[in-house]
């Protein structure tokens, strides 16, 4: 059987912490073109598409919307023509403003639209708000609608969309982190992830802090980067406790890997943050897991579906610092249930949550929506 042409569309060429699509890219066993640059694309990989947001574009973009509201504008024509030119035969699009932007274009072609949610374009009232319209009728025409947890499902309906046109799809870690054999008897634990509100990284700070206190010596390592990352930074240099912290920075796989195995436990402290922006599933969760890690987090969105509290780790309210502090502590205290744990974890993830599992979902309804599909040309 031929592959599929499947355009992949994202808001951006390439970001660290968006390792799902960067699989969708290369796991997807289709045909892929990729398109980038905004919820409707103004480039593409392979060069064939480059369409200038400049000042007398937008105007133009503007005037047509006002005059002709139900015809292609003159990027959307961009768009419409690449996909038709290069005989694209679904599309995915990555976030769900994605989707809205290219409901129409997709329409005027006949193409099948995906959209896969990934957490705060279903969440976020800033993001959400002036697109409710927009979902509607996005949902409306969708092929399928891919949610990554039970949370977002359940937001996603709340939205509007159909429950038949959704499909649960958590994340899967790469295979790299099956490797990773930790050592339980290390005090140090290791927190993966954007500075951000929503992953709450001064709380880990002020729960560790409370850790160290009891357990001096104990090492947290952090990576990523993001806006809050200087607060965090002297948050721990006015607390005392800087040379405990290691702020890594971003990392690749490998060197994220090689970490896990110097730690006795992963620690998140995600939050719904105050525009009501929420996680799916962190994939640092997943990740973590795979490697035999008992995570230590809290009870937000799609982490209760991966992490069972007191089985394979120890989940807390949002925002109670003390309790995390506490169950940080037990997996200190306890190597033997830590170790217990982890396996336990690494075998959970081996069986419902592969990154084999997650392609071959999203690759099922690719081919039932070409299937049933009609394109122009």
């Known amino acids: 059987m031929a592959l599929i042409n499947l355009a992949i569309v994202s808001p951006n060429q390439q970001q660290y912490s968006e390792t799902f699509i960067e699989f969708h890219k290369s796991k997807l066993p289709a045909k892929?073109?990729?398109?980038?640059?905004?919820?409707?694309?103004?480039a593409s990989e392979d060069k064939k598409l480059h369409y200038s947001l400049n000042r007398l574009n937008r105007l133009k973009k503007r005037l047509?919307?006002?005059?002709?509201?139900?015809?292609?504008?003159?990027?959307?024509?961009?768009?419409?023509?690449?996909?038709?030119?290069?005989?694209?035969?679904?599309v995915l699009a990555e976030y769900g403003m994605t989707g809205a932007a290219l409901q129409k274009v997709c329409k005027a072609a006949k193409l099948p639209l995906l959209v896969h949610f990934h957490g705060y374009d279903a969440t976020n009232r800033l993001v959400v708000n002036p697109l409710r319209s927009s979902y509607l009728s996005m949902f409306s025409y969708a092929s399928a609608v891919f949610v990554v947890s039970k949370h977002m499902k359940k937001v996603v309906a709340d939205l509007g969309c159909p429950d038949e046109k959704m499909v649960l799809n958590t994340y899967g870690p790469s295979d790299i982190y099956?490797?990773?054999?930790?050592?339980?008897?290390?005090?140090?634990?290791?927190?993966?992830?954007?500075?951000?509100?929503?992953k709450a990284p001064d709380n880990t700070i002020k729960a560790f802090y409370q850790v160290v206190q009891k357990y001096p010596g104990t090492k947290l390592h952090m990576?990523?980067?993001?806006p809050l990352l200087d607060t965090c930074v002297e948050l721990a240099a006015s607390l005392g406790i800087s040379e405990a912290i290691q702020f890594h920075g971003v990392q690749?796989?490998?060197?994220?890997?090689?970490?896990?195995?110097?730690?006795?436990?992963?620690?998140?402290?995600?939050?719904?943050?105050?525009?009501?922006?929420s996680e799916g599933t962190p994939v640092a969760v997943l990740e973590s897991a795979a490697a035999a890690l008992?995570?230590?987090a809290t009870l937000h969105a799609g982490i209760p579906d991966v992490i069972l509290d007191g089985k394979t780790g120890y989940l807390c309210a949002e925002h109670d610092i003390d309790a995390m502090a506490?169950?940080?502590?037990?997996?200190l205290e306890n190597?033997?249930?830590a170790k217990n744990m982890g396996e336990l974890s690494r075998q959970r993830i081996r069986e419902h949550f592969t990154l084999e599992k997650h392609i071959s979902r999203i690759y099922s309804s690719i081919e039932e929506a070409v299937k049933n599909s009609k394109p122009i040309y």
């Open 32 to 42: 892929i073109l990729f398109l980038y640059g905004g919820y409707l694309p103004v």
């Open 64 to 90: 047509w919307r006002f005059i002709l509201p139900n015809s292609l504008d003159p990027q959307e024509k961009a768009v419409y023509t690449y996909l038709v030119s290069n005989n694209v035969q679904a």
């Open 178 to 198: 099956f490797k990773v054999e930790p050592d339980y008897s290390r005090r140090a634990f290791l927190a993966i992830g954007r500075f951000v509100e929503k």
């Open 223 to 226: 990576v990523g980067a993001g």
């Open 252 to 277: 690749s796989p490998d060197k994220i890997a090689a970490l896990m195995q110097e730690v006795t436990a992963f620690v998140q402290h995600s939050v719904t943050a105050s525009d009501g922006d």
């Open 294 to 296: 008992p995570v230590v």
């Open 326 to 331: 506490g169950n940080m502590m037990k997996i």
């Open 335 to 337: 190597p033997t249930v």
